[in-house]
């Protein structure tokens, strides 16, 4: 780059503008002025900009002279949402929960509010679909293990499943066999839960199984395998697990047992939207007539 002494500004040839005064390799840049337009729209914006600052909260906890906030919008918001949403509420709140499948309107009504309390409280452990995952039951389903009628699925969102602090709460407890059977007898235990969800065929580890059952599991999973909704005890013998249902498992969930854990949300959610939230499950596809109807003797309850 090559600087030309001070002295008077050279004026190019060809353009009549005056030069910089720096040359890079012969090359030199014309000192071209702004144009007035772009000058002139510059000043505005600062001037408006200047405004702006004043009238509206630009500055952090400084409100404007206009008095608006984005806060304040958004409250205005919500409370008209708040007050068009009121009546509806309100009719949920009035009708039973085993009426409101009368009422095809409302129910629509309390499904999408289900859906909505849905996606913020109970995705992160049923996932986005309901279809749950290990340990987390799938809701779209018909096996139920403390009942699928709308009004039982609302009692367990209102107590929860082993929650801690609920006295009311769903309860269940499977001993940790391993205290009480040996490392053989689990085994054979195993063998007859395969045998009995069709997982694999008869054989003399499965007939002693069977024996083992019904000193053991008969009381709470019944002769056949086939759950007690009153205790919460799962159905053994259909294609459903929550932990899994290869011999590794049932041998964990066998020997240690297992003790899923559910929130009460009866602290955390008001009335309205739990109905609507059991309104939503019992949508999924599972659901069942209330009340659910099931052999008095042996209830098929699902996993």
């Known amino acids: 780059m090559t600087d030309h002494p001070a002295g008077p500004k050279r004026v190019d040839d060809a353009t009549g503008t005056s030069l910089v005064g720096h040359e890079w390799d012969g090359i030199e840049e014309l000192d071209t002025p702004l ?4 000058v002139y729209i510059f000043a505005a914006c600062v001037v408006f900009a200047a405004g702006y600052v004043v009238v509206y909260p630009a500055i952090p906890d400084m409100a404007g002279t206009a008095g608006w906030t984005s806060r304040g919008d958004l409250a205005a918001m919500l409370t008209a949402e708040t007050a068009a949403r009121a009546p509806k509420l309100k009719a949920i709140a ?4 085993e009426a409101l499948a009368d009422n095809p309107q409302l129910m629509r009504i309390a499904i999408e509010g289900g859906r909505a309390a849905f996606k913020v409280n109970c995705v992160q452990c049923h996932g986005a679909g309901a279809a749950g995952s290990r340990g987390y039951p799938n809701l ?30 769903r309860f269940s407890q499977m001993p940790a066999f391993a205290e009480i059977l040996g490392k053989g007898q689990i085994r054979q235990l195993v063998s007859h839960v395969r045998v009995i969800s069709g997982q694999d065929h008869p054989s003399r580890a499965a007939k002693a199984g069977a024996a083992l059952f019904a000193e053991n599991c008969a009381s709470c999973h019944g002769d056949a395998g086939k759950g007690n909704r009153a205790l919460g005890a799962p159905n053994l013998t259909d294609s459903i697990w929550l932990y899994g249902g290869t011999r590794a498992t049932l041998t964990t969930t066998i020997a240690k047992a297992r003790y899923g854990v559910m929130p009460h949300w009866e602290t955390r959610l008001d009335a309205v939207t739990i109905k609507m939230l059991a309104a ?15 052999p008095a003797s042996e209830p098929d309850v699902g996993t």
């Open 35 to 38: 144009p007035r337009w772009w």
């Open 140 to 169: 779209n389903d018909d096996d139920w293990l403390w009942g699928g009628d709308i009004a039982a699925i609302r009692t367990t969102l209102i107590h929860g499943i082993r929650s801690p602090g609920e006295d009311e709460t």
């Open 94 to 97: 009035a009708t039973p929960i």
């Open 280 to 294: 939503y499950v019992h949508s999924l596809g599972g659901g069942e007539a209330s009340p659910a109807a099931a």
